[in-house]
Structure formats: structure tokens, C-alpha cells
């Protein structure tokens, strides 16, 4: 595709988001009408009008794209051109009035992520990339934190829904971490925990059990941003759906992978 019709996509999407997040704050002081698709995994009336929101108008922006969306995903794969959507990352957060909450959108063509979008309403920011043209915040260039030394490394994580049925595996990495690093911060949107890897405020990212949805556009954004992302649990490249994420600035890759691996019995020789 022409780098200039992208970028005009790219802002087109932009300002889809943005109105999206209007819906979000229109919202935010209303009852919560929430349901459960899990024991602990919400949903509320505003993630449902924010994704039929953005199915509308994406599908006016690319009639050709199908879409993988967090409340309507069952069944769908990714096919050439296909919208990756979650409409409300942080649902438990906003269920409690709590500002970590994000839209994501990310844009799929022809076996690699062409741009991505992660929009914070209540903070007004707004984070673009574009493969190959790096990465944005509000229109002011960003870029991944300079740090080198894992020990003075912030590093966001997050835990799986099914925490319970992981939490062997959750424990021993969270404890290696805080005891390795300078802190540890749980927002509780991946989308967030990503863009604020890209820009630098986080110097590493690492969770289990994502979707695509929750990583595509924050994927995008990292290595745009000039940052690293793979796998740990089996490091390899990071593939959407995989089942663990680990995002940095890529100067402290090598040392968390290492040390998430020794926490997961798969230290590397």
C-alpha cells in the first residue's frame, strides 16, 4: 500500500478511536449493566457499544476487512485484511471508576500488523504507529526507555484470568521480578501496560495468557517505538494468541528472558 494512504488511514482511525472514547466517558458516571463470561471476566453495555461503534465505522474506512473483536470473537480467524478490536481493555477498571482504560484497534494485512491505535480516554492520550514509520503519542514522536540495568528496571505485569488455575506459574516469576527490579506495577489493561512500554514510562512488560486482541496494537507499538517483544515461556518471536508476552525496551530483553525462564524451570544453557 502507498505510505501516504496508510498515513491517512492511520489518521482516520485515530479520529474513529477518539469518538469511540467519547462513548466510554458518556458512560463512565452511569450504572454498570455487567455480565460475567467468566467468574471474574466482565462485560458491561459500554464494551458492547464501543465495539458495534467500531465495527461500523472500520468497515466504512475498509469494506474488505473482517474484524477479530473481543465481544463478538468466537469463531473468527484472522483472514488477509482483518480488524484486531478490543473495545474496552480494562473493563473491570472502568466497572470500578478506575482510569486505566484503553481502546485498541489494530489493523492486520497480509501477514503482519500495518498499524495500531491504544486511546486512553480519561487521560487523553492517544498512541499511532504505522509499520515502519514508528510510533506516536498525541503526534509527538516516541521512543522506548534508555535503561540498562535491570535492577533499576519498572516493570508492568498482569494476571491471567484464570490465575487461579495458573497461579504455580504466576507466584515464582512475580517473585523473582520484585525481588530483581525497582518495582512492579498491575494496571490492568495490557493495551495500557504496552503503550507506556513504547514511550518509555515502563522499561518491561511481561504476562500469560492473552489474546490478540489485547496485545495486537501494543505489539505494534513497541517495535515501532524502537523496543523488543517475543515469547518467554518458549522464547521465540511473539506470535498473536501466543500464551506469554514479553515487551521491553530491548536493552533489558536478554536479562528479564533469562530471568523469567529460570522462574519457569526453562532456564536457558
Known amino acids: 500500500m502507498d505510505p501516504n494512504k496508510t498515513k491517512t488511514l492511520l489518521d482516520s482511525v485515530q479520529e474513529v478511536v477518539r469518538r469511540a472514547g467519547k462513548i466510554i466517558l458518556d458512560h463512565w458516571e452511569a450504572p454498570k449493566d455487567i455480565e460475567y463470561k467468566g467468574r471474574v471476566d466482565l462485560v458491561t453495555q459500554t ?83 504505522q509499520k515502519g514509520c514508528g510510533s506516536r503519542l498525541n503526534g509527538t514522536s516516541i521512543s522506548v526507555s534508555k535503561q540498562n540495568d535491570i535492577s533499576q528496571a519498572l516493570v508492568a505485569t498482569g494476571f ?10 504466576i507466584m515464582p516469576l512475580l517473585h523473582n521480578v520484585l525481588t530483581t527490579c525497582r518495582g512492579v506495577r498491575r494496571m490492568g489493561a495490557a493495551a495500557v501496560d504496552l503503550a ?36 518467554f515461556c518458549d522464547p521465540a518471536p511473539y506470535v498473536l494468541g501466543a500464551d506469554s508476552i514479553l515487551a521491553s525496551n530491548a536493552l533489558l530483553h536478554e536479562d528479564m528472558a533469562d530471568l523469567l525462564a529460570r522462574d519457569s524451570g526453562k532456564e536457558q544453557p
Open 160 to 169: 491471567p484470568y484464570a490465575k487461579q488455575e495458573r497461579i504455580q506459574e
Open 196 to 231: 507506556y512500554t513504547a514511550c518509555g514510562r515502563f522499561d518491561l512488560f511481561y504476562e500469560l495468557g492473552l489474546k490478540p486482541w489485547d496485545t495486537a496494537a501494543g505489539w505494534l507499538l513497541v517495535q515501532e517505538a524502537g523496543g523488543q517483544v517475543t515469547q
Open 47 to 129: 464494551d458492547v457499544a464501543v465495539e458495534s461503534f467500531l465495527t461500523r465505522e472500520l468497515s466504512a474506512l475498509l469494506p474488505e476487512a473482517t474484524f477479530l473483536a473481543e465481544e463478538t470473537a468466537a469463531g473468527n480467524e484472522l483472514s488477509q485484511t482483518t480488524w484486531i478490536v478490543d473495545p474496552l481493555d480494562g473493563t473491570t477498571n472502568f466497572a470500578h471508576g478506575l482510569w486505566a482504560v484503553a481502546i485498541s484497534v489494530a489493523l492486520w494485512r497480509e501477514d503482519s500488523l500495518e498499524l495500531g491505535v491504544v486511546h486512553l480516554p480519561k487521560t487523553e492520550e492517544t498512541f499511532g504507529a
